[in-house]
């Protein structure tokens, strides 16, 4: 699906900050970039899956110019399960990585302090990745034979050895 039609698809979702609690959550988008002002900032957007919630939106901002908040966001977005963050050297190859972990679930926990919310990443499976076989499936399964009786069909009842 094209990035543009994804978001097109979505524009109808409620955005909303959830009441406190664990939620299951699937990763639907991501970013990272400047802000305006130049300070570094990631954000992943989690579409509920379970609940009467379940549709909606939350975003998790996650703030890179303080060594607390980035550590913290570094930690959130590990456990996400953002792969070899020591190859994460500028905002883009942050953004790059984000992008990876598109459809991404997880268990998220939800909470509030003086008027702000904070997303707890508690897991998260990796989603699951289609494989494709150049071997074609045989849809007719037929019973395996034993190598004794490979081996007694093509030689018969006369002992190889004395």
Do not use: C
């Not at 959130?76 to 990585?97: C, H, K, R, W």
């Amino acid at each position: 699906m094209s990035d543009f039609k994804q978001i097109w698809d979505e524009a109808s979702a409620e955005e909303i900050e959830p009441p406190a609690g664990t939620y299951k959550v699937k990763i639907i988008r991501g970013e990272a970039k400047l802000s305006n002002a130049g300070d570094p900032k990631a954000n992943v957007i989690l579409e509920i899956l379970d609940g009467e919630l379940a549709g909606s939106h939350v975003d998790h901002f996650m703030w890179l110019a303080h060594p607390v908040s980035a550590r913290i966001s570094k930690e959130q977005l590990i456990t996400y399960g953002l792969s070899n963050p020591e190859a994460v050297t500028a905002i883009e190859d942050l953004d790059d990585a984000i992008q990876k972990l598109i459809g991404t679930t997880a268990e998220v926990g939800i909470s509030y302090k003086d008027g702000r919310m904070n997303v707890k990443v508690f897991g998260s499976r990796p989603p699951a990745r289609q494989s494709f076989s150049d071997i074609p499936s045989d849809t007719e399964q037929k019973p395996a034979a034993s190598f004794a009786s490979a081996a007694g069909s093509q030689f018969g009842d006369d002992v190889p050895f004395d």
